[in-house]
């Protein structure tokens, strides 16, 4: 179960990682790549708009990997 959910939010830290990459190209909400990252990674950046309106995707990615880090540490 531990191993599902640390795979889990690695994979949602490159998800996350991949969209703000991505930002630097574009930001075109037809183009299908950017799409693909942003539809997943939005409640992410939704929930810390609004206790935080200046967050960047390094703060998420932070919480990202302390949750990691705190799932590998209690399972």
């Not at 960047?56 to 949750?67: D, G, K, P, S, Y």
């Not at 990691?68 to 209690?74: D, F, P, Q």
Request: proline residues 4%.
């Amino acid at each position: 179960m531990e191993q599902f959910l640390n795979y889990s939010l690695a994979f949602y830290m490159w998800l996350v990682l991949g969209r703000a990459a991505l930002s630097f190209f574009t930001t075109d909400r037809r183009n299908f790549f950017y799409n693909m990252l942003y539809m997943p990674t939005e409640p992410a950046y939704r929930v810390y708009r609004k206790f935080l309106p200046c967050c960047h995707t390094l703060a998420i990615v932070l919480t990202l990997l302390l949750l990691r880090y705190a799932v590998i540490k209690l399972f």
